[in-house]
Structures are given as structure tokens and as C-alpha cells.
């Protein structure tokens, strides 16, 4: 084997790579977020989550990609482990279709698709027709990057290096460590099942090699969700676990069906007898379903085995009760005064939660651990879930009878909902400050910290004072609201007036400085929206 023909093979390999993905980015741009919408609407039904999971990847043209979309919405607590496994499951069938595309030979056509894809990308300025350009491209770059490797290929038939090298892979073991190293690096099982397609046409690869190299290549896929999930929480670690589960008990099942039941390949083979390519890429398609047929009904044990690799912590199950309503679920056969009064203890608990969150930040701040730092970040995450799944509720209140007090009341439900919910904006803005100053090794000065100290100790008293008012409605405590939200204010212009002083004198870091000055402001605010809590249901305004 030649240089040059080494450099045609790794060139046609690279041209068929950013083929692959120019094309998937022309599609992902034409469906703009609705693949997200999509993928975040997958429902509880494992069959609809196998069927989403599949259609997104049609349209991506990437199992990863599908499947780190998943690890995102799995980390975020907008899908579950068995929602996702699912459209894993489905993905995995999805990738399938690349190979079955390239089996057809249409490398003729090839160069006028991407000449056809360049003009409309380049000249045209609508910009759906862009992207559909966009995809033509990259559809057009795959099929002529597929013709540079077999023209490269051909001659290495004849080398005897080449051909000893693939002997190797003769064995099943072999070839499946082959295949699961060859699609890690390449971060793509349709790019390696297609480059495999490729060596079989050229009589570099027995059909029997391929299919264990196909079998390899779904466990290498899951390699970019690996590392994807390295920066995610335990749940988003998890997701990647169930694709690495998932694949591995592929592999293990179809080896033994191929070996108990040898028929199955000559079945696969004898749908497409003179056409190498499109038994592979058959081969590819037919393991996949099968695969999602037989593990589909054990999907809640692989589930089981992940979570007892990655252990679900204590506080993962208080995330989980936290993101779910407790008071709000059936609305529609609930009577109209218990709606009512559930969406009060709904809101409610969701104000606890955002309490929680801040003597979180608070404590954090005060004595920074980037443990509390994930937690508070977590707990907002879960604020904001719950604020969603409340509204969700709250909207099916519109189809029952209310007096016009009570939808008084109802309104003033969804504005206090919205100044819980910036409570906990706030804590999680105070525990970046905190992240902040520990990042630069800056710090405040004792005066700082303990002024800090004594505001942030009454925003925590009328935050939990607030939320006591708006459960018990018990008004008669609003004067002693009002006080401590009076002396708040005093203090932000205290401490502020404090704060020049030391800058004028050098007894402040000016990073130091900024940050107090904001988490000053950050505590005032929080007076306010308490305020308006505790005022909400009073009939009264905030003095």
C-alpha cells in the first residue's frame, strides 16, 4: 500500500465524516428546536419513546447526537431513566438508516447533489432552503467520500500487508475489539458500519467479520455519551449507563442467537444475495430491532442494575418528591374548592423548597463547600420544574365554576408563584458569587462578613415569615413582616455607605467589593418578593 493511497483513504474517510456531518446540521437546522420538543414531549409509554427516539435520529442522522439531547433532559429532571431508555432504544434503530441509505449506488449522482446543495446553501437567502442546501451538501460529500475509499480500497486488495492485517479479524473476538476501537475513535456507528459496508464490497471483508464488526461498533458508540455525561449529575451519568447496559446485553444476545441459530445470518443474507452492501446494512437494521424487541420488556431490571451501579443517593429521592406535585395531580375530578385549596399547599410547599434553597446559598456563601454550591444549583432546577408542572395544573382550573373571589385568589396564586420562584433565582445567583470569590481567592473583610451576616439572617427570618403568612393566612403578623422588611432597607443603604468608606480607605478587594455590593442587593430583593408574599392573599398592599 502506498502513501498516496493511504492519504486517498483517510481523505475519503474524512470528506465522508463532515459529510455525515453537514448533513446532520442541515437538518437539525431546518427542524429548528422542534426535535427538542419533541424528544422533551416523549410521554411515560416506552413504545412512544422507542418511536420518538427513532424519528429523531432519522432526522439527525446521529445516535449520539439523539442520545446526548436525552443525557441533557435526563440531568435538567425533564425526562426520567424510563423515558430514556426508551429513546436510547429507539436511537439505536434510528442510526441504522445511514447504512441502508448508502447501500443504494448512487455515487454517479453524487457530485451533482453537492453541486446542487452548494448553490442553493451559497446563492439562495431563504433560510430553509439554506439548510436543506446544507443537507444536499453534506449528502452529496458523503456519497463522493464513500467513491474516494473504494477507488483507494482497490489497490489495497492486492497488498498483502493490508489483506494479512484484516485476517486478524477473522476471529469473532477479534473483530468485535475491533469494532468497538475502531467506532470509539470515529464517535460513530453508522460512519463505521458504512466504512465496514465499504471493505466488504471490496472483497477486503467476509460478511461473517462484519457482522461481529457491526456488533462491536453499537458498543463504541456509545462513547461521545460517556464523556458527554462526565460533566453531568448522578441521573445524566446514569442515561449514559443504560446506552453502555443496553448495547453490552445487545452484543451478548445476538452472539449467542448467531451461534445457536446460524440461520438468522443466512436469512439476512439471502434477502439481498448479490449485494454485500446491503446485507450489512440489512445485518445493521435487523440486529437493532431485535435487540430493542427482546430488552423493550426488561427495561425497568436494566434500570434497576444502573441505579445499583450509581447509587441513588438520599438526596436524589428528595429531588425526585420535590419536582412532583403532591396536592395538584387529577385537578379536573377534583371538587372546585379543594382545586382551590390544593393549589394554595401546592404553592406553598413549593415556597418551602425555595426557603430551603436559600439558607442553602446563605450557608454557602458564609462557608463555601462546592457541594452546597450543586445542591442549591439542583434544588433551583427543581423550583423550576415545579413552578412548570404547577402551571400546567393550574391551567385546567380554567374549565371549572369559581367566584369572583376565588379567582382573586387564583390570580394572586400565579403572582406569588412567580416571587417564590425569583427567590430562588436569587440564591442560586448568591451561590455564584460565593463560586466566584472562591475561583479568584478573593475574600471579605471581617466587617463585610459580619454586616452580610446580619442582613442575611432577616432575609432568612422574612422569607420563612412570609411563607408562614401565605399557609396560615394569619395576617395579624404582617406588622412584624413590615419591620423586619423596614430595616432591610435601612441596611442596604447601611451597608453600601459602609462599603465606600473601606474602598476609599483600601480595606476592600475590588472583586470582594462588587460581589458585596450585589449580594446586598440580592437580599433586598429577596425582602421585597417576601413581602409580596406574605401581602398576597391579605387583600391589603405591602406597606
Known sequence: MTLETLFSLLGGVGLFLYGMTVMSSGLRNACGDNLQVILEKATSNKFMAVLVGFAVTILVQSSSATDIMVIGFVNSGMMRLSQAIGVIMGANIGTTVTAQITAFNIAAYAPFILFAGAVMF????????????????????LFVGI???????APMA?????????????????????????????????????????????????????VYLVIGAAIGSVTPNLLASLTTNRNGKRT????????????????????VFPQILELIQSLSPN???????????????????????????????????????PEENEQLEDRKLQYLLNVKNMPSRMALANAHREIARMGRIAEKNLNRALDCFFDYDASKVASVKAREESVDILDKEIDDAMLELRSMYFSDEALRRISMFNITKTDIERISDYAENIVEFAEEMH??????????????????????????????????????????LDEIESGIDLQ???????????????????????????????LERIGDHAENIAYALSGQDPQ
Open 158 to 210: 492486492k497488498s498483502d500487508g493490508f489483506v494479512h492485517l484484516l485476517s486478524g479479524l477473522d476471529h469473532p473476538f477479534a473483530a468485535v475489539i475491533f469494532g468497538i476501537a475502531f467506532t470509539a475513535i470515529l464517535q460513530s456507528s453508522s460512519s463505521s458500519t458504512v466504512i465496514f459496508q465499504t471493505f466488504a464490497m471490496q472483497g477486503l471483508l467476509g460478511y461473517h467479520t462484519a
Open 439 to 480: 475561583a479568584k481567592k478573593s475574600a471579605l473583610s471581617e466587617d463585610a462578613l459580619a454586616e452580610l451576616n446580619h442582613m442575611a439572617e432577616d432575609a432568612r427570618r422574612i422569607t420563612r415569615l412570609s411563607l408562614d403568612i401565605f399557609s396560615e393566612e394569619d395576617f395579624s403578623q404582617l406588622p412584624e
Open 275 to 313: 449485494s454485500v452492501a446491503r446485507q450489512v446494512a440489512n445485518t445493521h437494521t435487523i440486529f437493532a430491532i431485535i435487540a430493542v424487541c427482546l430488552e423493550l420488556p426488561i427495561t425497568s431490571l436494566i434500570i434497576r442494575f444502573a441505579e445499583r451501579l450509581i447509587p441513588v443517593l
Open 122 to 141: 451559497l446563492f439562495l437567502k431563504k433560510s430553509l432552503v439554506k439548510y436543506i442546501g446544507e443537507f444536499l451538501m453534506g449528502f452529496g460529500m
Open 147 to 153: 467513491s474516494i475509499m473504494k477507488a483507494a480500497i
Open 492 to 522: 442596604k443603604t447601611e451597608l453600601v455607605s459602609n462599603h465606600v468608606d473601606r474602598l476609599m480607605e483600601g480595606n476592600c478587594e475590588p472583586l470582594a467589593g462588587i460581589i458585596f455590593t450585589n449580594v446586598v442587593s440580592e
Open 240 to 259: 449514559a449507563l443504560l446506552n453502555l447496559l443496553f448495547n453490552l446485553i445487545r452484543a451478548v444476545i445476538l452472539i449467542i442467537l448467531i451461534n
